[in-house]
Nanobody, 115 residues
């Protein structure tokens, strides 16, 4: 059974930084493309960053230059370094495979950007 456990969220002021982590189990992590998704209140969940098994990365336009996705295949963990945070980054952040597995969503981690 796939388990994805996100952590690292919190309250941060605009311009601040956070580093999210997602520990995965129950999958052959090293061969999977992984992504960070987010869902803001009243909005659909969106993919914001993805990383392939070959370490190619892709970002949605709104986070390019500010967010960095990385992975550690020994620890079965994917990270999201978020810098220069904006109030519009406020959302619950989830990790999942790319494309996502509907049955694998974790509890997510709340990121709130506010002064």
């Amino acid at each position: 059974q796939v388990q994805l456990v996100e952590s690292g969220g919190g309250l941060v002021q605009p311009g601040g930084s956070l580093r999210l982590s997602c520990a995965a189990s129950g999958i052959i992590f090293s061969i999977k493309a992984m992504g960070w998704y987010r869902q803001a209140p009243g909005k659909q969940r969106e993919l914001v960053a993805a990383i392939t098994s070959g370490l190619n990365t892709n970002y949605t336009d709104s986070v390019k230059g500010r967010f960095t996705i990385s992975r550690d295949n020994v620890k079965n963990t994917v990270y999201l370094q978020m810098n220069s945070l904006k109030p519009e980054d406020t959302a619950v952040y989830y990790c999942n495979t790319v494309p996502f597995r509907a049955s694998s969503w974790g509890q997510g981690t709340q990121v709130t950007v506010s002064s």
